[in-house]
């Protein structure tokens, strides 16, 4: 090392290495797949909760316009 | 003669039989030919010295009609295409026997790369285990929101009656 000179690290089994980082790749490229799944899942319950969130601002609105139009009655 | 003596066989004569002549006597000193039998057949061939052609294969006989030089042709072409198989084959035997070396640096880079890929995925291991809690949690929740809504749909029946009762 200290002339320079390279040093080198004996592989012995460097085929079995690379099959396994090749099935490594795999895996992530399946672990990729999933994830995308997750998140069109997530994509899909927030617009969920969104429309959740409508409805319930809307049932607000009305409950508020009975209460309004129940207890202020008119005397005749 | 007895009773049943017509049920014996009359012995037939010498001259009745139809029995070759008898051959002359032989003089002393004469041959038959028979001693030079022996002499004039071959040793049967022992197996090893008998040299037999090898059987034609189907693939052969399918060459009939062909010339002969094409055939030869392509039987040198074979064996060509053999020895360079072998040779390949044994090319790669010693490839795979070949002992690999990579640089200590790249070595020691890859180390490192692999020591971070674990942290990445203890990272991402105790991602999963805090989105399942979060699930559980998210669970519970719609659980409990099921139940107000139940509730607000109880009470909002329970004032239609009342209101409509009274109208």
Known sequence: MTNGAPVFVRIDEYKDVLEIVGLIKDKLNEAR???GRINELKNNEDSELDMWETALEEIEKKVEQIDNELFEPEAL | MGLLGFLKRKEPSADELDVPPIPPALNE???LGLTSIGEEIPPPPSLEEEKIPPFPSPLEEEKEGEPIENIVLKEAAERKAKQIILAREKEEAKEELKPLFVRAEKFKDALREINSIKADLKRSEDAIVAIGDIMDNKEREFIKWHGI?????????LA????FKGG
């Open chain 2, 160 to 163: 239609d009656k009342i209101l």
């Open chain 1, 33 to 35: 797949d999933t994830l």
């Open chain 2, 149 to 157: 809504l139940d509730d607000i749909e109880k009470k909002l029946m």
């Open chain 2, 29 to 31: 000193g004469e041959d």
